[in-house]
């Protein structure tokens, strides 16, 4: 990776409260979400602009940030800012209704579309990785990973259990950046868990912020509690200090099956990621320096061994999904040619909800109060009183869940949904219950903004997993229906050359102006959700179109 001098690079906090430096709200919310980004309570990396995932940021460089910021202090209310891979480059006159901002981020013509590429450009200063929400500005911290992990897991519970992980048990491995999250997402559905991790350093994190309950002394003994917890219908999260590339056979030779089984290692990097079996008197770090080609050998042979176990729990009962980093691809590259025989989370969990448009919805208190947060869920649980996941999510965040820079929240909604919150947030700040206005955005990992063939869009109905026309209609429809700020981005999640997808931010500032736009980007934004998923053939999609009042010519509906 590029190296940058970052000896000068400043400590960033947005502003906050209900006085404004620059010429409209929307302007002012931008620059306030592009510093919250890179918040160091925020940013994984500030100094480099790096805010997660990898290497995502949030602006080129630090004379690029600079000139943003200074940028939209004085943009015009009807003025336009285009952003190229985190550079400003342009000013340009448009109209009221139009979103302040546009940006483009990471996107290289297909055939192009490579790492090497996009290195290239890269460090010769002409590109950034924008991730998803690193250079869409709408980054929220871990709270945003915690829910869609408590979604995935819930939806495991209601499709297998009942509607709930009493009384399972899941293991899965890996407890970093997005893995963490996985003990407390499971015991917040209700299960009990053991997550094996290969760094013990990773496990004393996750204690210490209380994303993991307790640590076994080996794995026969965290097995023994698994089984004591289940047993009392207790939820309740299990450290295992290992590598899963041998616990999880071992779990084969014991003859003891899992109700779930998955993993967040970080496969996706064969090289950096995925740590492969090592003696005791072995160091991975130098066999990686000294023999990167026997290290790299020896990693595919642990995720073929991994792969290899987790279809035989699978056999044997254990419900099996791939969490999004692709494990199941290296184990087949490694010759595990039924590698595919278990399923990605999002057919195996999420599609449904996307049928209904349903998918992160996060919203950002521009006031820095804390109490906006929590007059925001208490409305939310009047407004949605029969939504039974919203009411126990909002109920729990409330006080469990500390916040990371500007205060806020997340959780899910559908199609006709977040634009009713949406205008009851606007309204709270018309009438003076909320102390400033409300930044309201999403993930790009959404019901119709993404295109990303091994992992939101696997296994489509009709086949189309790889069609971007998709996302790219998401960011016109985001654009025309009067966003706060829209951006179109590749690569994010899963890499160069597998995936495309759309960001939309839409602001609650109390106006009338603000009720109009909130209503049209609310609406047609989730809308996309829906009516992709109804072209694709999926029923329940149709039903919604249908029952919603869509309009959607090819179909008859
Ligand atoms: P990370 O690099 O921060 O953490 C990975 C962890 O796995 C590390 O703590 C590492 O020590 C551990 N590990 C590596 N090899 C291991 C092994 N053989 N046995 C046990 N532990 C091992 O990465 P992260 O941010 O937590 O993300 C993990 C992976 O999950 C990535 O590939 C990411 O792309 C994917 N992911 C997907 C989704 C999604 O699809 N929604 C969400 C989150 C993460």
């Given at each position: 990776p590029p190296v940058f001098?970052?000896?000068?690079a400043p400590v960033i906090r947005a502003p906050r409260g209900?006085?404004?430096?620059?010429?409209g709200w929307i302007q002012e919310a931008a620059k306030r979400m592009l510093m919250n980004n890179l918040d160091p309570e925020v940013a994984e990396h500030p100094q480099e602009l790096v805010v997660y995932g990898g290497r995502g940021k949030a602006a080129r460089n630090w004379a690029a940030f600079h000139k943003i910021v200074e940028t939209l202090d004085r943009l015009d209310n009807d003025e336009t800012l285009l952003i190229q891979s985190g550079k400003p480059v342009a000013v340009l006159r448009t109209h009221?209704?139009?979103?302040?901002v546009i940006l483009a981020n990471s996107n290289l013509v297909p055939n192009w579309a490579t790492w090497e590429e996009f290195d290239r450009l890269d460090q010769a200063g002409l590109m950034m990785y924008g991730q998803m929400t690193a250079g869409s500005w709408i980054y929220i911290g871990t709270q945003g990973i915690l829910q869609g992990t408590y979604e995935t897991f819930a939806g495991a519970a209601d499709k297998?259990?009942?509607?709930?992980?009493?009384?399972t048990v899941t293991v899965t491995a890996g407890l970093g950046g997005m893995g963490g999250a996985q003990p407390l997402a499971v015991k917040l559905a209700g299960g009990v868990s053991i997550t094996v991790e290969v760094d013990p350093t990773r496990i004393q994190k996750r204690l210490e912020t209380r994303y993991l309950d307790e640590v076994a002394e080996n794995l026969e003994d965290a097995i023994g509690r698994a089984e004591k917890y289940k047993a009392a219908g207790e939820a309740r999260s299990i450290g295992l200090l290992g590598n899963a590339a041998e616990i999880i056979p071992q779990l084969v030779e014991l003859n003891w099956t899992p109700d779930l089984i998955t993993d967040q290692t970080s496969a996706h990097d064969p090289m950096w990621g995925y740590l492969p079996v090592t003696t005791p008197d072995e160091d991975a770090a130098v066999l990686r320096k000294d023999q990167p080609e026997v290290y790299q050998k020896r990693a595919y042979d642990a995720m073929a061994a991994h792969v290899r176990a987790i279809l035989e729990l699978q056999k044997r009962g254990a419900v099996a999904f791939d969490y999004g980093n692709n494990l199941r691809q290296r184990a087949r590259e490694a010759g595990?040619?039924?590698?595919?025989d278990y399923p990605g989370f999002v057919p195996a969990f999420i599609r449904d909800s996307f049928c209904e448009g349903r998918g992160p919805f996060r919203w950002v208190a521009l006031s820095g109060d804390p109490e906006d947060i929590y007059a925001t869920d208490r409305a939310l649980l009047e407004l949605f009183p029969d939504d039974a996941r919203l009411q126990s999510w909002l109920t729990y965040a409330a006080d469990q869940i500390a916040f990371q820079g500007l205060p806020a929240r997340i959780c899910w909604l559908g199609y006709r949904e977040r634009d009713r919150a949406a205008r009851l947030f606007n309204e709270m700040v018309a009438d003076g219950r909320l102390k400033a206005p409300i930044v309201i955005g999403r993930d790009h990992l959404d019901a119709g903004s993404v295109a990303s063939p091994y992992r939101?869009?696997?296994?489509m109905l009709d086949g189309s997993d790889a069609v971007s026309d998709w996302p790219l209609l998401n960011f016109g429809v985001g654009i025309a229906s009067g966003a706060a700020w829209m951006s179109f981005h590749h690569g994010g999640g899963v890499g160069m050359g597998f995936s495309q997808h759309s960001g939309l931010v839409a602001l609650a500032d109390g106006t009338p102006e603000a009720a109009e736009r909130l209503s049209r980007c609310l609406t047609n934004d989730p809308a996309m959700g829906v009516l992709r998923h109804a072209d694709a053939g999926y029923e329940r999609a149709q039903d919604v179109a249908r029952e919603r009042g869509l309009d959607l010519p090819s179909l008859g509906i």
């Amino acid at each position: 990776p590029p190296v940058f001098d970052n000896s000068s690079a400043p400590v960033i906090r947005a502003p906050r409260g209900p006085q404004r430096t620059a010429k409209g709200w929307i302007q002012e919310a931008a620059k306030r979400m592009l510093m919250n980004n890179l918040d160091p309570e925020v940013a994984e990396h500030p100094q480099e602009l790096v805010v997660y995932g990898g290497r995502g940021k949030a602006a080129r460089n630090w004379a690029a940030f600079h000139k943003i910021v200074e940028t939209l202090d004085r943009l015009d209310n009807d003025e336009t800012l285009l952003i190229q891979s985190g550079k400003p480059v342009a000013v340009l006159r448009t109209h009221e209704f139009a979103p302040r901002v546009i940006l483009a981020n990471s996107n290289l013509v297909p055939n192009w579309a490579t790492w090497e590429e996009f290195d290239r450009l890269d460090q010769a200063g002409l590109m950034m990785y924008g991730q998803m929400t690193a250079g869409s500005w709408i980054y929220i911290g871990t709270q945003g990973i915690l829910q869609g992990t408590y979604e995935t897991f819930a939806g495991a519970a209601d499709k297998h259990f009942g509607g709930s992980l009493k009384g399972t048990v899941t293991v899965t491995a890996g407890l970093g950046g997005m893995g963490g999250a996985q003990p407390l997402a499971v015991k917040l559905a209700g299960g009990v868990s053991i997550t094996v991790e290969v760094d013990p350093t990773r496990i004393q994190k996750r204690l210490e912020t209380r994303y993991l309950d307790e640590v076994a002394e080996n794995l026969e003994d965290a097995i023994g509690r698994a089984e004591k917890y289940k047993a009392a219908g207790e939820a309740r999260s299990i450290g295992l200090l290992g590598n899963a590339a041998e616990i999880i056979p071992q779990l084969v030779e014991l003859n003891w099956t899992p109700d779930l089984i998955t993993d967040q290692t970080s496969a996706h990097d064969p090289m950096w990621g995925y740590l492969p079996v090592t003696t005791p008197d072995e160091d991975a770090a130098v066999l990686r320096k000294d023999q990167p080609e026997v290290y790299q050998k020896r990693a595919y042979d642990a995720m073929a061994a991994h792969v290899r176990a987790i279809l035989e729990l699978q056999k044997r009962g254990a419900v099996a999904f791939d969490y999004g980093n692709n494990l199941r691809q290296r184990a087949r590259e490694a010759g595990v040619e039924n590698a595919f025989d278990y399923p990605g989370f999002v057919p195996a969990f999420i599609r449904d909800s996307f049928c209904e448009g349903r998918g992160p919805f996060r919203w950002v208190a521009l006031s820095g109060d804390p109490e906006d947060i929590y007059a925001t869920d208490r409305a939310l649980l009047e407004l949605f009183p029969d939504d039974a996941r919203l009411q126990s999510w909002l109920t729990y965040a409330a006080d469990q869940i500390a916040f990371q820079g500007l205060p806020a929240r997340i959780c899910w909604l559908g199609y006709r949904e977040r634009d009713r919150a949406a205008r009851l947030f606007n309204e709270m700040v018309a009438d003076g219950r909320l102390k400033a206005p409300i930044v309201i955005g999403r993930d790009h990992l959404d019901a119709g903004s993404v295109a990303s063939p091994y992992r939101e869009t696997e296994a489509m109905l009709d086949g189309s997993d790889a069609v971007s026309d998709w996302p790219l209609l998401n960011f016109g429809v985001g654009i025309a229906s009067g966003a706060a700020w829209m951006s179109f981005h590749h690569g994010g999640g899963v890499g160069m050359g597998f995936s495309q997808h759309s960001g939309l931010v839409a602001l609650a500032d109390g106006t009338p102006e603000a009720a109009e736009r909130l209503s049209r980007c609310l609406t047609n934004d989730p809308a996309m959700g829906v009516l992709r998923h109804a072209d694709a053939g999926y029923e329940r999609a149709q039903d919604v179109a249908r029952e919603r009042g869509l309009d959607l010519p090819s179909l008859g509906i």
